[in-house]
């Protein structure tokens, strides 16, 4: 019938064809693409360093779901002048490195990247108002050894309780620290981060933006207090961020170093880390497992690991194999 729809009209029905640009597999050189260092991001839009002055960034569609994060040295094309309103676009992510990654719980199987290219983790502890709780610390330094990051603990608020219990705690393991009083120098810490990136992590309220403001005078880092009631802190810093330190002698550029500043952390999951690989940060007791069963993870209930007859026939130090089984229960206790 005229003017309706008849069920035989489909055959003879052809559907427009959407125009569209011919694929091609030649992607662009980018031979005019400048270096620059990732510093923070916020919603997608990466602040960069390139040749010493800041640009803001996007991320270029063919990075794809590829993530972009503080530390990375990428490659960037488009307006790099770092003039108001200008938008680069980085369309390179060079080799990493090191990526310090956690996931949000034990049990998560969505690893997440924290900053990538440092070298060294510095664990900052307050002695007191809050309390130390050494299930964080013990998490950080596996992620550490698991990164192939230098660890490094920051004991803050010494003029508040002795050093030398929580201290007692981490010898056995050969950890490195130093300690800071309120308001007190900060020399020590600078010899330790000169020329390193550093990444700062710790729990809210131990001090690591007061550290960076004493580190970077014009840092102008948000301080946190700590709650009287929980006995813990409250986020301040929202997002990790970059920090160039001042050198200390002027006229040597490689004694420049750069710290990370990280949001407290209230979740350090470890899914991630394998048993044999955290082992293998300690060259001298991983000689002594060479003969362990297969599939042994080393931890107090395994039969026949060889930590247990090493340390039975006095060829390993009881305390140090007791802090390394600890580290790697850490991965599964909820204690932080």
Known sequence: MSGRYSEHDHEHYERP???????????????DAVDGRVVTVDRGRFTLLVDEHRVMAMKARPLGRKGVVVGDRVRVVGDTSGDDGSLARIVEVTDRLTTLRRTADDDDPVERVIVSNAEQLVVVVALADPEPRTGLVDRALVAAYDAGMAPLLCLTKADLADPEAFLSTYRALGVPWVVTQRGGDVGVLRERLAGRTSVLVGHSGVGKSTLVNALVPDAGRAVSHVNAVTGRGRHTSTSAYMLALPPSDPGDPDDRGWIIDTPGI???????????????????????????????????????????????????????????????????????
């Not at 007859?309 to 850490?330: K, N, T």
């Open 17 to 31: 064809r959407r125009r569209t640009r011919p694929r091609t597999k030649e992607r662009p050189s980018y031979d």
């Open 266 to 336: 209230r979740s350090f999951g470890l899914a991630h880390v394998e048993p044999e690989h955290l082992i293998e940060a300690f060259p001298d007791l991983d000689e002594m497992t060479e003969d362990c069963p297969r599939g042994c993870t080393h931890g107090t209930e395994e039969p026949e690991c060889g930590l247990d007859e090493a340390v039975a026939a006095g060829q390993a130090d009881v305390e140090r194999v007791e802090s390394f089984r600890r580290l790697l229960a850490a991965r599964s206790h909820h204690d932080w």
